[in-house]
């Protein structure tokens, strides 16, 4: 049996702390966003399409129509997403979710969260040669995770009383560019490195003590970092000095580098407004703000 139209949906991530350090065995946390999500729709077709192996809607729906031995359904579909691309806010893995539950929403078929995580790391796998998961795992989660390379991941309750403010700076992250970047000069980053995984360490210590005001300057302290290893850019640097001059706990980079968002920590809702407002005063192309 099959639904005139099939539907699935699925929320997005953003790195809090820990974005390159994780790379050299210090753990990262993301947390994800559940008000900015992607929705994906399957329509019956007049004839198959021609699956692109290297883009992300096509290979997440044909993963799906393959473990479902429906490969010889002609489908059609679309992707209606509020989450920008190439700016470290997993919108890859988060469209691979959605339409995976739209294929088998269409086919009336329940998935499991273990095999639906799979199928996303397989379209992923396909798409980006070597995904770590930590997008696909965040985006699947309704509550932050911690990740250390080749040891996993665990969760992390976050039930805090303060708000994140994410800010795109309107320009495309390239996250295998920096990660070349950093490494080209790795001895000399070490150091910054090391201190990056040390402050991202603190952060879980204190979000599991719920003591708001230790994160903003380890933060704050992250993003120095992130600027000494040059993974950082003007736009970015000068968006978290609004953030800090509005009255941020807090603030900093987030993923890859050379692009991508910002991100700053206020203590109540009419703060993170007033951030907000600055910062699109100030140049962001958009933002969201995130209750923690």
């Known amino acids: 049996m099959t639904k005139k139209i099939g539907v699935g949906k699925a929320h997005s991530k953003i790195i809090w702390m820990g974005e390159h350090s994780v790379v ?18 399957i329509y019956p077709a007049d004839e198959k399409i021609h699956f692109d192996y290297y883009d992300t809607l ?15 359904v002609a489908v059609s579909y679309d992707i209606r997403s509020e989450i920008p691309q190439k700016r470290g806010m997993g919108s890859s893995a988060a469209i691979s979710i959605a339409a995976i539950r739209a294929v088998f929403d269409y086919f009336e078929q329940s998935i499991d969260m273990e095999t639906l995580e799979i199928l996303v790391n397989k379209a992923e796998i396909i798409a980006h040669s070597n995904p770590s998961g930590l997008d696909a795992k965040t985006c699947l989660s309704d509550k932050a995770i911690t990740f250390i390379r080749n040891i996993g991941f665990s969760t992390l309750d976050l039930d805090l009383d303060a708000y994140l403010v994410i800010a795109d700076t309107g320009i495309y992250g390239n996250t295998r560019e920096t990660v070349e970047k950093v490494a080209q000069a790795e001895e000399a980053n070490l150091p910054h490195l090391a201190a990056l995984g040390d402050l991202t360490e603190m952060v879980q210590k204190a979000i599991q003590a719920k003591t708001i005001s230790e994160i903003g300057p380890l933060m704050t302290k992250a993003h120095s970092h992130l600027q000494a290893i040059g993974v950082s850019i003007d736009k970015a640097d000068q968006l978290v000095q609004i953030s800090l001059e509005n009255g941020a706990l807090g603030a900093k980079m987030s993923g890859g580098g050379l692009g991508g968002c910002i991100i700053a920590l206020a203590q109540t809702k009419a703060q993170a407004e007033k951030i907000s407002k600055a910062l699109t005063e100030g140049g962001a192309v958009q933002t969201w703000i995130e209750k923690l």
Do not use: W
């Open 24 to 41: 050299y065995g210090y753990p990262a946390i993301a947390i994800p966003l559940q008000g900015i999500e992607v929705e994906c729709r």
């Open 58 to 72: 096509s290979t997440a729906v044909y993963a799906a129509l393959e473990y479902l031995n429906h490969t010889d």
